[in-house]
């Protein structure tokens, strides 16, 4: 399936890690200064959108003189670059994003890129967060079948109140029909048994966190 890659401004900090999958990306858009993170190594994107408040000079100057396609917006706007960022994906015909660059140093704007999920749901866009260590996805269908391998650490959390009838298979610790409390971390660091997954919720949303080690 065709996706895009964003690239948001956080931190990455191994590039091989992401080359097959900018590569094999049918478009990459940076959101303002996640340019920065591929200049450094004079990685190809198609768009930069935002306020360019945090793009840095010589960067802006590399992707002009590349043709790269710069959508510039007012610093005073109802939404943040990547929220722009997602829509004009969403315009492009694009249904699935791969984000990068997210999980930073900066609490707050990984809750936000968290919540960008949401966001993302709602126009029916199926997004992950990826970086070396994590890949986080949001699940509110009634079942998921979820890619794994055998041993895989993968931990399941609520952020948007109690979720209902979770039923997992595939995992050392299995559910049936369980309820999470919101403010429960009892579905932290389950483990994979196959290399795909089961889980169904009757009501509500989790996140899923796959830990890659």
């Known amino acids: 399936m065709d996706y895009a890659v964003l690239v948001v401004n956080g931190n990455i900090d191994d590039i091989t890690y992401y080359e097959d999958i900018l590569s094999n990306a049918k478009v ?8 920065n993170l591929l200049y450094k190594y004079k990685i190809h994107t198609d768009f ?22 710069v959508h510039k917006y007012p610093v005073k706007k109802n939404k ?13 015909g694009m249904n699935e994003i ?11 704007h990984l809750l936000t890129n968290i919540n960008l999920l949401y966001y993302a749901d709602k126009l ?6 990826l970086d070396e260590n994590n890949e986080i996805i949001l699940l509110n269908k009634k079942e998921n079948f ?4 055998v041993g895989q650490t993968i931990s399941f959390v ?7 009838g979770i039923s997992l298979k595939g995992f050392e610790y299995e559910l049936q029909n369980y309820t999470l409390s919101h403010d429960s971390s009892i579905l932290t660091s389950n483990v994979a048994k196959s290399e795909k997954v ?3 919720i009757e009501k509500g949303s989790l996140l899923c966190i796959k830990v890659n080690e």
């Open 98 to 108: 791969v984000m990068i660059g997210a999980i930073g140093n900066r609490i707050d």
């Open 198 to 200: 089961f889980v169904s």
């Open 48 to 69: 930069i959108i935002g306020d360019l408040d945090s793009i840095r000079e010589d960067t802006l100057s590399y992707y002009k003189s590349q043709n790269v396609v």
């Open 80 to 92: 943040t670059d990547s929220e722009i960022s997602i829509d004009i994906i969403k315009s492009l």
């Open 124 to 129: 029916n866009i199926d997004m992950s967060i």
């Open 158 to 164: 609520s952020i948007s109140g109690d979720v209902c």
């Open 146 to 149: 979820i890619d794994s391998y």
């Open 28 to 35: 990459v858009v940076c959101a303002d200064g996640g340019a």
